[in-house]
């Protein structure tokens, strides 16, 4: 007989990282019988972001991209730099999709249980408990998605910065984009002596996502979002009529901040409360895939689920590069550069997937070698 207020597994949170784990467990024959809880407050019925990765062969997330490519092109104040991204393709995903289609093929499984309710606490004695506005819930496991507060004077000590963005998806009259070629980075548009860019994706001949980017300290107001995306529609792609059709917004933290060790025994943070977006760049749909790889691993190996998450190095490079990026966040625009002018987009794929040789490392180090980086990298040590 199953107790509905016990488990074996809770998930807090029915997002990218909370979805990934949950089909990870259900594709292995070894969690056929564990009961499994997925808890969230909301339905997941709105498509509120897009999450774009690359891949160079066809996976599980075929049959929901929303669209591929094989080009990009990066433009600064210099240069245009035009990326052949084979064997690679860009790929897009609409969050919409992602939470359909997981929630659906979940829901085909006796041993998982979704619960509409808000998380409140969890405590810790001989399981795990979790106490929400309805109940309490008792496991061997918790995997919590909910970011832990943090203080200003927790953070002090280490380098935190925020990604954040404003996105129209514009559909036009006439056939105005290249649809073949993501414009990855444009910093030609600026908010003052800031990390700043304008970023496309365009699903169509007349439809294109178009974003403008911050990698700064402090966020803005959304108007000024509104300002700069249709400022670069006028004056860079100089289109004069078209349609709104959808818009998204989103803040995503870059910092070194040791999320990790919020880890127990038997509570594992996930997500970005567990720090695995990348630190440097924000992405996190593929290292998502990955860290539920490694915590199915661990919990068949019959070790603490968080063994192993991170490489040291990787977080080691982050922290230098937001480190210059927080102390000069105008070199933004030369730092990018560099990445994508020195080096293959091959290679700059396979680094900043953690996948990358000690040589392709190095030569990465050597093309972004300044005094800025210098200074950073003894500040770090």
Same mark, same amino acid.
């Given at each position: ?124 004695? @001989?399981?795990?408990?979790? %106490? +929400?506005? /309805? ?6 496991? =918790?995997?919590? *998605? ?114 990790? @060790?919020?880890?127990?025994? %038997? +509570?594992? /943070? ?6 695995? =977006?990348?630190? *440097? ?101």
């Amino acid at each position: 007989m199953i107790d509905e207020f016990h488990f074996d597994y809770i998930i807090i949170g029915n997002g990218l990282a909370g979805l990934q784990l949950a089909l990870k467990m259900t594709s292995d024959s070894f969690f056929d019988n564990k009961q499994i809880a997925l808890i969230d407050v909301s339905e997941k019925k709105t498509n509120d972001k897009t999450w774009s990765f690359w891949e160079t062969k066809p996976s599980q997330w075929n049959d929901l991209t929303y669209k591929t490519w094989e080009h990009a092109t990066v433009i600064t104040s210099k240069k245009n730099i035009d990326l052949n991204l084979k064997p690679y393709q860009y790929k897009s995903i609409k969050s919409i999709d992602f939470y359909r289609h997981s929630i659906s093929k979940l829901k085909k499984h006796s041993n998982i249980h979704f619960i509409k309710e808000k998380v409140y606490s969890v405590n810790e004695s @001989k399981q795990a408990l979790v %106490k +929400t506005n /309805k109940n309490t819930y008792t496991c061997n496991h =918790v995997f919590d *998605s909910r970011i832990p507060n943090i203080s200003s004077g927790q953070i002090k000590n280490y380098t935190y910065l925020i990604q954040h963005f404003k996105g129209w998806v514009i559909k036009t009259n006439t056939a105005v984009f290249d649809n073949n070629k993501i414009t990855m980075m444009d910093y030609r548009l600026k908010d003052g002596e800031q990390t700043t860019f304008t970023y496309i994706l365009p699903f169509s001949k007349n439809e294109a996502l178009i974003e403008f980017t911050y990698f700064t300290e402090n966020t803005v107001t959304e108007a000024i979002y509104d300002t700069y995306i249709k400022t670069y529609i006028d004056t860079y792609l100089k289109i004069e009529n078209y349609t709104v059709i959808e818009t998204e917004m989103g803040q995503i933290p870059m910092t070194n901040f040791p999320f990790y @060790k919020y880890n127990t025994k %038997k +509570t594992t /943070k996930i997500g970005t409360a567990g720090g695995w =977006v990348k630190g *440097s760049t924000g992405y996190s749909f593929k290292h998502t895939e990955k860290k539920a790889a490694i915590i199915i691993g661990n919990l068949k190996a019959n070790r603490i689920p968080s063994h192993n998450l991170f490489k040291s190095k990787y977080m080691f490079y982050d922290k230098v590069f937001l480190k210059v990026l927080k102390d000069e966040n105008y070199k933004g625009e030369w730092i990018f550069q560099q990445f994508y002018d020195k080096n293959s987009i091959q290679t700059m794929f396979r680094f900043l997937d953690e996948e990358s040789s000690f040589i392709e490392e190095i030569k990465i180090m050597w093309s972004l070698f300044s005094w800025s980086f210098i200074k950073a990298f003894f500040k770090t040590l």
